[in-house]
């Protein structure tokens, strides 16, 4: 017991009892321990009142039983059996006493009919006389404090007056202990669930992100040509991990495939992903070969690359016409060959390392020849590192038989098949790499879709919004004609909508009808002048001058209250079309739109 | 009058006190006028909560877009909820562009917006 001041008690005066009162009351302000002052409380007040024994009996409110948790018992093996013991809270004066809340004075047990004999035959006491007082808090009756046989005599009504006073404080000692230490606990479990909830949050947000960045990097839409099909998909990890794939056309005839794993994982590697991606689909859409690609974005990424993550790299190029493909590989999993026929070759390795970590690295190129139908696919070690429950891998060889297997497939049932698979073999083990492929086959052989670098066509019509569903039909089948992606028609169409009904209903205060010319043309783009197949819209009339450039963007953030009713078409334009032109010749307003739609 | 009609064509039902209107075809600057007459003339007949369902409707251009904020504003200012429901694609990414996605309810079922709105007031 560490200083606790209630021990300079002599005798059974009156003055020794106020000590007493008053030393509890500074033991119980001070930060010692409940249990050592309460302890050393009892052992004082069976010496003030000269008594053999004293109890403090707790209820147990679930159970409606008492126990005695402190005891000042001389022999100390009663003491053990006491607080061993149990009984039910109505029994005995312990049990009158909790419930009537009033002390009492019992001079001599044998003629008290409520006094319960169970605990003296389980300690081996004999109990003479007792005093019991209730200890009393805010919330009801929470135990008793039992004063038992007097040194030579009875208990007197002071005896009592006295355990009573006592009993009050230590019932609120008591209490605010029990109440300080739920709030502790309370607080314990609640500091623990902020903490979980935020480490959850940040957790799940560093995911969403590095997943979101992966993809919105990877193509989705696959172009409908008859002279080459293309599918990818990507099955990402719990955690992301670096795989990316993507592909393009660099000019009418050669496509460029790319797939790619950055080491590490979340956001870091997402990044390093986007970066990569981007540098490469640059330096690519210039028109240099894949080894010089691989060489230069090398370079690039270098300076960038602060984590110290590396990527590796397959590009290819592949003419769709010729078959030719000519590709280098920066440390990736040499894509398969698949013929006609249904066998399956694995490209040859060609010199080169990961990127991004060693300057100066050599990359060499490879050259492969497809036919008419052979295809090629390109996946990242996702697929050959899947675990199944027992920790066994996917492999090489089970991935070249699956490929075997799926002779005359479309890429995308190919792919279907494959990861189909991957997902039965990995069964019920958890997916720990992104999963990903990307196949092209090539189709039938095809004339070149126009002579001319550029196609085109002239749309005139009358200042009457019934006049734009012939311009919708028009746009459509040239679409049509020119292999353009629905989503770029379905584009042009509506930008051309909003224009033209914005041109028809405010551009002319005559009431006369006039003519509004749409040319519309396709230039397939070119390596040599770094540009990229696009579509042109010119739209042409005589209204008042009118520069839609000029009209100020509305406010598209905050409550719908706030919201310009205006100014959506003329948002929607911006938004949709990649390049807006407007210039002013001969009394007419001449809106120039692009449309780039190469992939 | 009669190829407006052939164009948009607007389905209404009522499900426990929720107005469901499906907006089939095109909502252009030749079709919104039918839209915004029937939606407002709901709303100013004191119906509060609308589900507009998108699933046939295959485009909109800006007129259709502002009938739609002009359907809100009213809304708002009487405590009222308008929820766009079964979106296709190429919709919802015009919606996303001109920033309606942050002041439209979007589900992707009619049934979903139905659950979300009953719940939302009375």
Same mark, same amino acid.
């Given at each position: ?69 402190? $005891? ?10 006491? +607080? ?9 004066? %312990?049990?009158?006493?909790?419930? #009537? ?20 035959? +389980? ?19 929470? @135990? ?6 007097? +040194?030579?005599? $009875? ?58 960045i992966q993809q919105s990097i990877v193509p989705r839409r696959f172009p409908e040509r008859p002279d080459v099909e293309i599918f990818a998909d990507m099955l990402p990890a719990q955690e992301v991990g670096g795989d990316f794939y993507d592909f393009f056309f660099i000019d009418v005839e050669r496509l460029g495939v790319v797939i790619g794993d950055v080491s590490g994982k979340g956001v870091p590697a997402a990044l390093f992903m986007a970066v990569t991606r981007t540098l490469l689909r640059s330096t690519a859409l210039s028109g240099a070969s894949p080894a010089e690609c691989l060489a230069r974005v090398n370079a690039l990424l270098i300076p960038e690359n602060t984590e110290q993550l590396f990527v590796t790299i397959f590009y290819g190029i ?23 026929? @249904? &066998? ?8 080169? $390392? ?42 090489? =060889? ?37 999963? &990903?492929?990307?196949?092209? +086959?090539? @189709? ?7 002579? #001319?670098?550029?196609? =085109? ?28 992606? %629905? ?5 042009v169409n509506l930008c051309l909508d909003e224009v033209l009904t914005n041109i028809i209903s405010y551009a002319y205060d005559d009431g006369a009808a006039h003519e509004i010319i749409v040319r519309l043309s396709v230039n397939e783009g070119s390596p040599a002048t770094q540009s990229s197949r696009e579509l042109r819209i010119e739209i042409e009339d005589d209204g008042r001058a009118f520069n839609p450039l000029a009209v100020e963007q509305p406010e598209l953030s905050g409550p719908a209250e706030e919201r310009p009713i205006g100014g959506l078409g003329l948002r929607l334009v911006r938004k949709l079309m990649t390049g807006l032109e407007y210039r002013r010749s001969d009394g007419k307003n001449v809106l120039l739109m692009h449309r780039v739609? %190469?992939? | ?17 929720? *107005? *469901? ?29 609308? *589900? ?7 485009? *909109? ?62």
């Amino acid at each position: 017991v560490r200083e606790v001041t209630v021990n300079h008690i002599d005798g059974s005066t009156e003055a020794a009892r106020f000590r007493l009162l008053y030393d509890l009351g500074c033991a119980f302000a001070s930060r010692l321990q409940l249990d050592d002052v309460v302890d050393v409380v009892i052992v004082k007040c069976r010496e003030v009142l000269g008594a053999e024994a004293a109890s403090i009996l707790l209820l147990d409110a679930e159970r409606n039983e008492l126990y005695f948790p402190y $005891t000042a018992e001389v022999d100390p093996e009663v003491a053990a059996r006491l +607080r061993e013991i149990r009984f039910p809270a109505d029994r005995g004066i %312990a049990g009158a006493v909790v419930k #009537s809340g009033e002390p009492v004075c019992v001079a001599d047990v044998a003629t008290d009919t409520r006094f319960y004999s169970g605990v003296d035959r +389980r300690t081996g006491a004999h109990t003479r006389n007792l005093l019991c007082a209730p200890l009393r808090s805010q919330r009801g009756t929470i @135990g008793v404090i039992e004063v038992m046989n007097r +040194r030579g005599g $009875t208990f007197s009504d002071d005896d009592l007056a006295f355990l009573d006073a006592l009993a009050g404080t230590i019932a609120v000692a008591i209490e605010n202990a029990r109440m300080y230490a739920q709030l502790k606990e309370q607080v314990v479990v609640l500091e623990r669930a902020v903490r979980e909830h935020n480490e959850l949050l940040a957790l799940r947000r560093e995911l969403d992100i590095a997943r979101s960045i992966q993809q919105s990097i990877v193509p989705r839409r696959f172009p409908e040509r008859p002279d080459v099909e293309i599918f990818a998909d990507m099955l990402p990890a719990q955690e992301v991990g670096g795989d990316f794939y993507d592909f393009f056309f660099i000019d009418v005839e050669r496509l460029g495939v790319v797939i790619g794993d950055v080491s590490g994982k979340g956001v870091p590697a997402a990044l390093f992903m986007a970066v990569t991606r981007t540098l490469l689909r640059s330096t690519a859409l210039s028109g240099a070969s894949p080894a010089e690609c691989l060489a230069r974005v090398n370079a690039l990424l270098i300076p960038e690359n602060t984590e110290q993550l590396f990527v590796t790299i397959f590009y290819g190029i592949l003419n769709v016409r010729t078959g030719a493909l000519d590709y280098s590989n920066g440390g990736h999993n040499p894509p398969y060959l698949l013929r006609a026929d @249904g &066998t399956v070759e694995m490209l040859a390795r060609t010199a080169g $390392t990961v990127l991004g970590m060693l300057e100066d690295v050599r990359f060499n190129g490879g050259t492969a020849a497809l036919d008419h139908g052979d295809g090629l696919f390109l996946y990242t070690d996702g697929i050959t590192e899947a675990m199944d429950p027992a920790g066994r891998l996917f492999t090489d =060889s089970r991935l070249r038989s699956a490929l075997a297997r799926t002779k005359d497939a479309t890429p995308e049932r190919l792919i279907q098949s494959i990861i189909d698979e991957v997902q039965r073999y990995t069964d019920t083990a958890a997916q720990n790499d992104d999963v &990903t492929a990307l196949a092209v +086959r090539i @189709g039938t052989p095809q004339k070149p879709r126009h002579s #001319s670098v550029e196609a =085109s066509v002239t749309i005139t019509l009358r200042n009457d919004l019934a006049e734009l569903e012939g311009v919708s039909d028009e746009v459509e089948a040239f679409g049509q004609t020119h292999q353009v992606p %629905a989503r770029a028609v379905f584009d042009v169409n509506l930008c051309l909508d909003e224009v033209l009904t914005n041109i028809i209903s405010y551009a002319y205060d005559d009431g006369a009808a006039h003519e509004i010319i749409v040319r519309l043309s396709v230039n397939e783009g070119s390596p040599a002048t770094q540009s990229s197949r696009e579509l042109r819209i010119e739209i042409e009339d005589d209204g008042r001058a009118f520069n839609p450039l000029a009209v100020e963007q509305p406010e598209l953030s905050g409550p719908a209250e706030e919201r310009p009713i205006g100014g959506l078409g003329l948002r929607l334009v911006r938004k949709l079309m990649t390049g807006l032109e407007y210039r002013r010749s001969d009394g007419k307003n001449v809106l120039l739109m692009h449309r780039v739609v %190469a992939q | 009058v009669s190829s407006q009609e052939s164009r948009t064509h607007i389905t209404e039902n009522r499900e426990k006190g929720i *107005v *469901v209107l499906a907006v089939a075809g095109r909502l252009d600057a030749r079709t919104a006028a039918a839209l915004e007459q029937r939606l407002i003339g709901m709303i100013d007949a004191g119906e509060k909560r609308f *589900v507009i369902d998108c699933a046939k409707l295959d485009y *909109v251009s800006s007129a259709g877009l502002r009938v739609l904020l002009i359907a809100v504003k009213r809304l708002a200012s009487v405590s009222g909820i308008i929820a766009l429901a079964a979106l296709q694609e190429q919709i919802e990414y015009i919606i996303d562009i001109v920033g309606f996605d942050t002041i439209f309810q979007i589900h992707s079922t009619t049934d979903e917006a139905l659950t979300a709105l009953a719940v939302t007031t009375k």
